[in-house]
């Protein structure tokens, strides 16, 4: 099935350096979610955004939604050793019902 | 409050078996969706219900997967005939969404399948 382009692939970074990384698509999406997942669990949401421009802080975490609706952008401030796993967006097709397309998620590294 | 369940946690069976794998959604939560996750890759959808009905089920691969909400809650994923390739973690979510409008969706852990 479809998986959205997201990089880097992996990351490696030390303690208190900020991250970013993006998700693109050919397609428009009317919604961008952003998940972490840790080995052997399940994904955990982080942050939605619903309207193209809109920027939404959690904490350390910053998303945006693209202007295009092709794009969302995820940066994590000052990072810390619980920031390990992988990051994953997710978009909802416009006019689909609520199925997610994820990317092919980004590997976050970190060392102190 | 709890979250979304799923069981068994793991299932290591043979090729050709049948396989069924369950999932609790958070209690009120009317849409409840499948996906699979292979190694190193994200999640694809399977099917996604909105109460007992499937809303959705154009990621089952082939008919060899089939799913069942019949209340409304607990779902099962059944898998006739399994072979080596369905080997993935299953995980399963649940959003509070009215006729799609939230996508929220909360994942449980997942359910590795090893087919062997």
């Known amino acids: 099935g479809q998986q959205l382009n997201q990089s880097p692939q992996s990351m490696f970074i030390q303690e208190g350096e900020d991250v970013s990384m993006n998700c693109t698509s050919s397609?428009?999406?009317?919604?961008w979610l952003w998940y972490k997942q840790e080995p052997g669990e399940g994904p955990v949401l982080l942050i939605a955004?619903?309207?193209?421009?809109e920027l939404t802080s959690n904490g350390r975490l910053t998303a945006q939604f693209g202007i295009t609706r092709k794009d969302s952008f995820l940066n994590i401030s000052a990072s810390i050793p619980s920031d390990v796993g992988i990051y994953f967006c997710a978009g909802q097709p416009t006019g689909t019902a609520s199925k997610l397309t994820f990317g092919t998620g980004t590997r976050l590294q970190v060392t102190l | 409050g709890a979250g979304v369940s799923q069981t068994p946690s793991n299932k290591v069976t043979e090729k050709g078996k049948y396989v069924e794998l369950r999932c609790d959604p958070i209690s009120g939560h009317t849409a409840l969706y499948w996906y699979r996750q292979s190694l190193g890759q994200g999640p694809e959808f399977l099917i996604y219900f909105q109460g007992t009905g499937a809303a959705d089920d154009s990621g089952l691969p082939n008919d060899r997967f089939f799913a069942v909400r019949p209340e409304g809650s607990v779902s099962t994923l059944k898998i006739q005939r399994t072979e080596r390739g369905d080997s993935a973690v299953y995980l399963c979510?649940?959003?509070?969404?009215?006729?799609?409008?939230?996508?929220?969706?909360?994942f449980g852990p997942g359910t590795r399948l090893t087919v062997l």
């Open positions: 397609s428009i999406f009317n919604t």
């Open positions: 979510a649940s959003s509070p969404s009215l006729a799609g409008m939230s996508n929220e969706q909360f």
């Open positions: 955004l619903y309207k193209a421009g």
